[in-house]
């Protein structure tokens, strides 16, 4: 089975400290992507990876960077947390483009920032 | 990608059809309807897609319109475990951009 994997299921942290967050997937995927989901709002496109070394903005990408050193794994970077940044995040992996391209979900990590 | 609308909240009873309505009435010719469901506090899991035969698989089975404006998911016999919010998004097969998400349909699945 494919395997998606967040590092922390919940982490509080204070405003303006860095926050990393770890994805990892175990299908040699090509297509990583990082999601925030809020109530009411659904889940919304921060950024998205389909190779080593490549990125590309989603829908939200101001106060978030992203990391991919290696094909398996995927980082979200909060350069300096904000209350607002307190949310859901979900990574997903998706096979390469001529694939069927489900997305495969990790299990979120909810983010409290005080 | 072409929007979709979806209904906020339904409800089922247990061991009922649930038929789950999609509305994507700007969808092209080469993009896919796919559903996801996230039940509570997990990440969202994949269900089916199609682009314009009907489709089933051990979850679900998805009818497509004719004219691929609308379609339906339908879980056969749904059971508590099957409450959950339900996502259709629409798509181009491989395509390397992901449609965000929208709001999804609250199905709540009663004894």
């Known amino acids: 089975d494919v395997k998606v994997t967040q590092s922390s299921r919940y982490l509080v942290k204070r405003t303006g400290e860095k926050v990393f967050l770890e994805c990892v997937q175990d299908?040699?995927?090509?297509?990583m992507f990082w999601y925030r989901q809020d109530p009411g709002l659904g889940l919304r496109l921060i950024y998205f990876?389909?190779?080593?070394?490549?990125?590309e903005k989603g829908d939200i990408p101001e106060g978030y960077s992203v990391s991919r050193e290696k094909k398996e794994r995927f980082s979200l970077i909060l350069e300096s947390a904000s209350t607002n940044q307190t949310s859901m995040y979900l990574c997903a992996s998706s096979l390469p483009r001529q694939g069927a391209g489900e997305l495969f979900f990790g299990e979120g990590s909810r983010l409290t920032v005080l | 990608d072409a929007k979709t609308t979806q209904p906020p909240s339904m409800d089922c009873a247990e061991g009922r059809a649930a038929n789950l309505p999609c509305n994507h009435s700007t969808i092209s010719g080469n993009e896919y309807v796919y559903w996801y469901r996230q039940i509570h506090s997990q990440g969202p899991q994949y269900i089916i897609h199609?682009?314009?035969n009907n489709e089933t698989n051990e979850m679900a089975s998805l009818i497509i319109t004719e004219d691929r404006k609308s379609s339906t998911l339908i879980l056969p016999h749904a059971t508590l475990r099957d409450t959950a919010v339900y996502y259709c998004i629409v798509r181009v097969k491989g395509s390397a951009r992901q449609l965000t998400f929208g709001s999804g349909t609250q199905l709540t699945v009663l004894p």
């Open positions: 990876s389909y190779d080593v070394k490549m990125k």
């Open positions: 299908m040699d995927h090509e297509n």
């Open positions: 199609g682009l314009k």
